[in-house]
């Protein structure tokens, strides 16, 4: 269960990313705008850019998975500049997650997980780190990650978030 609600789940939202920002990146071309424009597009001064917001929701897939299927969690580098980059990030988070055997899920429901939040150590179980951090998490870069494309004119809707156009 826990397996299809972080790994299963995950990649459908990493796959539904792709899709939007591959929208992206058309709208710049077909507009002429450079893409520099949207990766760097901040909602407001104090928020991350589209860039950031992209690996940050590569980062949270991956680092929950691992956590739930009891591995330490691998790190990426944070270097991407362009769409093709990003596409290459997302594409290494969705393997990366694909690789975790769903056996190792077995107990992650009652694992106790440990993870950094807020500059401290934080701990609870696996279904309440999955259900009330992990996946709020991840949805948050998404979000953002749309909104910040939809403000900017790329043709995408609910269908296209949800991974279903």
């Given at each position: 269960?826990?397996?299809?609600?972080?790994?299963l789940?995950?990649?459908r939202?990493l796959?539904?990313?792709?899709?939007?920002?591959a929208?992206?990146?058309?709208h710049?071309?077909?507009?002429k705008?450079p893409?520099?424009a949207?990766?760097q597009?901040?909602?407001?001064?104090?928020?991350?850019?589209?860039?950031?917001?992209v690996?940050?929701?590569?980062?949270?897939a991956?680092?929950a998975?691992?956590?739930?299927?009891?591995?330490?969690?691998?790190?990426?580098?944070?270097?991407?500049?362009?769409?093709?980059?990003?596409?290459?990030?997302?594409?290494?988070?969705?393997?990366y997650?694909?690789?975790f055997?769903?056996?190792?899920?077995?107990?992650?429901?009652?694992?106790?997980?440990?993870?950094?939040?807020g500059?401290?150590?934080?701990?609870m179980?696996?279904a309440?780190?999955?259900?009330i951090f992990a996946?709020?998490?991840?949805h948050?870069?998404?979000?953002?990650?749309?909104?910040?494309?939809?403000h900017?004119?790329?043709?995408?809707?609910?269908?296209?978030y949800?991974g279903a156009a």
């Amino acid at each position: 269960m826990i397996h299809a609600q972080s790994v299963l789940a995950f990649d459908r939202s990493l796959g539904a990313l792709a899709a939007i920002l591959a929208k992206a990146e058309a709208h710049c071309a077909a507009g002429k705008i450079p893409p520099e424009a949207l990766l760097q597009f901040r909602l407001y001064p104090d928020m991350f850019p589209l860039t950031r917001q992209v690996q940050l929701a590569c980062d949270f897939a991956a680092r929950a998975c691992a956590r739930l299927a009891g591995e330490p969690p691998r790190s990426f580098p944070d270097t991407e500049t362009s769409f093709a980059e990003l596409q290459d990030r997302i594409r290494t988070a969705r393997a990366y997650i694909a690789g975790f055997d769903p056996a190792r899920f077995q107990d992650a429901a009652e694992r106790v997980i440990t993870f950094p939040a807020g500059g401290q150590e934080m701990q609870m179980s696996g279904a309440d780190f999955l259900s009330i951090f992990a996946t709020p998490q991840l949805h948050f870069h998404l979000t953002t990650a749309y909104n910040i494309l939809r403000h900017n004119g790329v043709v995408i809707g609910k269908r296209d978030y949800m991974g279903a156009a």
